[in-house]
């Protein structure tokens, strides 16, 4: 499975930006999906994350009411929909795949097996 990240870019706090992560190799039906990020300075950390139906998805507490995350199996891509963002969001993005359908989302790193190369999120003040 190969995952590729696209929609980062430079905003103002405030502003809104989606993320999307396109899928290919397999279908991603049989895949949970989740966004991580890191910082400058900082250790890599769970954003948001997704089970193989769409039926559960779960946040970071420093997120949850401004990201959304949601997937289009049809499309084997998953969005992030990222609204008054910070400049404490500033970071590289990376998507994340992890075979299984559980019916749960996860949010544990080593629980994903794929990972895209990242794209940049800069929220200046």
């Known amino acids: 499975v190969q995952l590729v990240e696209s929609g980062g870019g430079s905003v103002q706090t405030g502003g809104s930006l989606e993320l999307s992560c396109a899928a290919s190799?397999?279908?991603?039906?049989?895949?949970?999906m989740g966004w991580f990020r890191r910082a400058p300075g900082k250790e890599r950390e769970f954003v948001a994350a997704?089970?193989?139906?769409?039926?559960?998805?779960g946040y970071t507490d420093s997120v949850k009411g401004r990201f959304t995350i949601s997937r289009d199996n049809g499309k084997n891509t998953v969005y992030l929909q990222m609204n008054s963002l910070k400049p404490e969001d500033t970071a590289v993005y990376f998507c994340?795949?992890?075979?299984?359908?559980?019916?749960?989302?996860?949010?544990?790193?080593?629980?994903?097996?794929?990972w895209g190369q990242g794209t940049q999120v800069t929220v200046s003040s």
């Open positions: 994340a795949a992890g075979q299984g359908r559980y019916p749960v989302y996860i949010s544990e790193p080593s629980r994903y097996r794929y």
């Open positions: 997704i089970n193989w139906s769409g039926g559960s998805a």
């Open positions: 190799g397999r279908s991603s039906t049989s895949y949970a």
